[in-house]
């Protein structure tokens, strides 16, 4: 299915929003005027501590029809196949694998995104605000009057079956297999399919998704910044009388809370904090096309820091396919200005008359290798 969302692209930049149905909407010079435009509610949605440097600190204002804080109290819900409970697993050293889940048929149980979601394992704490936990999600129906929210951590959501719809507060995202979006701690969401789906998510506490360090390969490669895309805004001012369900994931538990509307009625935003999507076929393979086996952290996309310097808490790897060949090449520059450092006395062109080419290669796929 086409994808007609718009959106806005790079990586944690300072973004700003408008639905194009109320020009005007984002105030001018100032984030919590004290009439805002078309009398909306102005929100700060915080993904920091407000003291934390500039480089570190995360939010966006949210320009609302209505306030979040305008429905009932939360009350616990059943938590289905969702858990943090790894101290009643018992360890095993064993290589694990698992085949693949299967998914519901909607003409026996209609199951959406939250129902579907299973836990596969996990580590840390939700409560210390350290550690990550690794789900599947089967589903065949969309949520139909319901979001959900995680106050405990990042969602990163790796579509392997179907293509999925993303609501947020922030705009709508179409996510493919082989695309991944991540939907930051606190950010509403609701997710429409379009028949029976899978895929896999990477969820982390306490930390942030970042792109990594690229050392000596330099300022470009890997997953570049200007490839991530961040949905425009767009707003639904709909009155729900059966009622709206906002789902809360908080402390590795489940509550619901009910409202009156459709909680993505924000008309304009800005800032750094948001939801974001990214297209694997864009990563910019540094590959070892000369002889030995280069670690498996060069095809990193997104890393999740720990307190501990080089140590990750998770990261997101790929392998994507990799030549020795020169296939869509591009044209090397004759020169870098400023600051060009010579490294050589003497430059020296080789012809080069044999091309390596690995043919081989290692594919997990649903827990199976093949």
């Known amino acids: 299915m086409a994808s007609c969302e718009r959106y806005l692209s790079g990586f944690g930049n300072e973004f700003s929003s408008e639905d194009p149905r109320c020009p005007g909407s ?12 078309y009398g909306l509610y102005a929100e700060q949605l915080s993904g920091s501590a407000f003291t934390c440097p500039r480089p570190t600190n995360k939010r966006s204002w949210l320009y609302r029809i209505l306030p979040s804080v305008r429905h009932k109290p939360y009350t616990a819900m059943h938590c289905g196949n969702l858990t943090e409970k790894w101290d009643e697993v018992e360890p095993d050293p064993n290589q694990l694998r698992w085949m693949p889940f299967t998914i519901p048929k909607s003409s026996e149980k209609k199951v959406d995104f939250v129902t579907g979601l299973h836990t596969l394992c996990g580590a840390g704490d939700t409560k210390s605000r350290n550690g990550i936990g690794i789900h599947m999600f089967t589903c065949n129906t969309s949520m ?3 979001c959900f929210n ?10 392997q079956q179907g293509e999925i719809l993303i609501t947020t507060e922030f705009g709508k995202m179409m996510v493919e297999p082989n695309e991944i979006c991540v939907i930051q701690q606190g950010m509403r969401f609701s997710v429409n399919v379009f028949g029976e789906t899978r895929g896999y998510v990477l969820e982390v506490y306490g930390a942030h998704f970042e792109l990594p360090d690229l050392g000596p390969i330099g300022a470009n490669g890997l ?8 949905p425009v805004a767009w707003y639904e001012d709909r009155e729900v009388a059966t009622g709206y369900t906002v789902i809360n994931k908080y402390q590795g538990k489940l ?5 009156s509307f459709s909680p993505f009625n924000v008309v304009a935003w800005h800032g750094n904090y948001t939801p974001y999507k990214y297209n694997l076929d864009n ?9 030995d086996h280069a670690d498996p952290s060069i095809f990193t996309v997104l890393t999740a820091k720990s307190s501990r310097p080089g140590v990750a808490m ?11 060949v020169a296939d869509h090449t591009f044209r090397p520059p004759y020169y870098h200005s400023r600051h060009l450092i010579c490294f050589f ?19 997990l796929y649903n827990g199976s290798l093949q």
């Open 26 to 37: 984002l105030p001018e010079g100032q984030n919590n005027p004290q009439v805002c435009p």
């Open 144 to 146: 139909v009057d319901r």
């Open 150 to 159: 995680n106050s405990d951590g990042d969602f990163l959501i790796v579509p």
């Open 223 to 230: 997953a570049n910044p200007r490839d991530f895309l961040t």
């Open 255 to 259: 509550f619901s809370s009910q409202q």
């Open 283 to 291: 990563f910019m393979v540094i590959n070892c096309v000369a002889f």
């Open 314 to 324: 998770a990261d997101f790897v790929i392998f994507p396919p990799r030549w020795g």
């Open 345 to 363: 006395n003497k430059i020296k062109f080789y012809s080069v008359n044999k091309i390596h080419t690995d043919i081989k290669s290692t594919i």
